[in-house]
């Protein structure tokens, strides 16, 4: 399989744990995203990678959510001190950067849920 | 700030029936990309827009992206069970092609 990987597919934590979700893209695209996404809704941006250099960070990132692409290839997002409102579907995408269109492929996402 | 809007939020129609979700900004874009979500799963790329005026077709699904390349829409005709699923448009704003703007989605369902 050669699509967007992301691991775990589900997490289900109590409220106050850390939890660290992982995201492999695609070998060679060079771009990686995180989104968040509740249900019915569309993704919400939350931080962009190209190779190792993280580039842009939403405001809907609070402290507690870092990510990391240490050797630009895989990525991951931790949430420290997880709140009930951070349950939702956390999304990776990757995409090839060029001067072109931006084509973004999607991994199936993490379901976290916080008790 | 939600810059694409689209409409209807949600749509619940019979198998057979055409329907048409639009998707509508101020914003100018250089291209404009349609995905497809199941539950559970990730968006799927349907297509990518980017002249203005452009038609796509895709079996029985057909994109079109506005003159202005501000607003596209997209039609299903004779809709199945199996386009059941949340449509979402993504626009990349002109002049930046790092980041998409999504819009909330059309969850849709096709009832047999």
């Known amino acids: 399989d050669t699509g967007v990987s992301q691991d775990p597919r589900h997490k289900i934590t109590k409220r106050g744990q850390n939890v660290t979700f992982r995201c492999d893209p695609i070998?060679?695209?060079?771009?990686l995203y995180w989104y968040r996404q509740t249900l019915g809704q569309g993704p919400e941006f939350l931080t962009y990678?190209?190779?190792?250099?993280?580039?842009?960070k939403s405001r809907l990132l609070s402290d507690r959510f870092s990510a990391e692409r240490p050797k630009g290839s895989f990525s991951t997002l931790e949430i420290q001190r997880t709140e009930q409102g951070d349950s939702a579907m956390y999304l990776c995408?990757?995409?090839?950067?060029?001067?072109?269109?931006?084509?973004?492929?999607f991994g199936p996402g993490t379901r976290l849920t916080v008790l | 700030t939600q810059l694409l809007e689209q409409s209807p939020q949600f749509l619940s129609i019979q198998e057979g029936e055409n329907l048409t979700v639009y998707c509508n900004s101020s914003s100018v874009f250089s291209s404009l990309q349609w995905y497809r979500q199941e539950p559970g799963e990730g968006p799927v790329l349907l297509v990518t827009?980017?002249?203005g005026g452009e038609v796509k077709k895709l079996k029985r699904l057909t994109f079109q992206f506005g003159d202005a390349r501000k607003d596209s829409s997209l039609h299903i005709t004779a809709a199945q069970p199996g386009d059941t699923g949340l449509y979402l448009c993504?626009?990349?704003?002109?002049?930046?092609?790092?980041?998409?703007?999504w819009g909330l989605g059309t969850s849709l369902a096709v009832n047999p």
């Open positions: 070998s060679e695209h060079n771009r």
């Open positions: 993504a626009g990349a704003e002109a002049g930046n092609n790092r980041k998409l703007i």
């Open positions: 995408a990757s995409s090839l950067g060029t001067s072109g269109l931006l084509k973004q492929f």
């Open positions: 827009v980017v002249t």
């Open positions: 990678f190209q190779n190792e250099a993280q580039l842009e």
